[in-house]
């Protein structure tokens, strides 16, 4: 899959190609855990694809506050997120 986007960044560049493995979750060989890097489709347009990393799991409550993301009540330790990338942004919790 070729990457279109800054959103991965520094991770994953722009324009930068990955390996998909579609079959591996599709069977139940694994499940999805957090850290882990999906590939889903956009519900509204199935041409579209997103790549983002898994931050929550079900029966996680999720909440951003002064830009940094709070899991479960405690800050969620991000190294993959430089500095620069950060902001001061708010959200309320999310269930």
Do not use: C
Request: no cysteine; proline share 6%.
């Amino acid at each position: 899959v070729k990457v279109e986007g800054t959103s991965m960044m520094p991770s994953i560049a722009d324009q930068q190609r990955i390996f998909v493995d579609k079959f591996f979750f599709q069977v139940g060989i694994s499940e999805i855990h957090r850290g882990d890097v999906v590939v889903f489709w956009f519900p509204q347009d199935r041409r579209v694809s997103y790549i983002k990393r898994v931050i929550a799991v079900p029966g996680d409550t999720v909440q951003v506050a002064q830009g940094r993301v709070r899991l479960n009540g405690q800050f969620l330790n991000e190294p993959y997120v430089p500095d620069e990338y950060r902001d001061e942004a708010e959200m309320p919790e999310i269930l």
